[in-house]
């Protein structure tokens, strides 16, 4: 993907066809933020928020929606579920994948809809 939708719509509709009758059970995940947490990206997504008239959040970023609702109107018929899941790392850690796999610990709270 080249994070440009207008390019990248085709290939992933494509992708997500794919996924339809996949023969196994899976479970797809989708970062709605589409980034980690920064106080720029924070003050730069509820500069978004207030021109669109949306409430401001405080410890969120603005979902970017057009992957969800490209997945959604591609995979509708097909999934059982679509769980809302919110991770908030305790102490303002920021783990790395290097990290778990040298084995160090995070805490987190999880919120599930």
């Known amino acids: ?8 719509r085709d ?3 494509e992708g997500l066809k794919r996924l339809s009758d996949y023969p196994e059970y ?6 709605c933020e589409g980034t980690r947490f920064t106080e720029t990206k924070h003050r730069v997504s ?3 928020a207030v021109s ?14 057009k992957g969800f609702t490209t997945a959604v109107q591609c995979l509708r018929g097909t999934v059982a579920a679509v769980y809302d899941v919110t ?3 305790r102490g303002n850690k920021n783990p ?3 990290g778990i796999l040298y ?3 995070y805490e987190a709270d999880m919120c599930v809809r």
């Open 46 to 48: 509820m500069e978004v």
């Open 52 to 65: 669109k008239g949306l409430p401001p959040l405080k410890y969120h970023l603005l979902p970017r929606t």
């Open 1 to 8: 993907c080249k994070r440009k939708w207008e390019e990248d």
């Open 87 to 89: 991770l908030n790392f």
């Open 103 to 105: 084995g160090k610990k």
């Open 26 to 31: 899976m479970w797809f995940l989708l970062y």
């Open 96 to 98: 790395s994948l290097l």
């Open 11 to 13: 290939t992933v509709i």
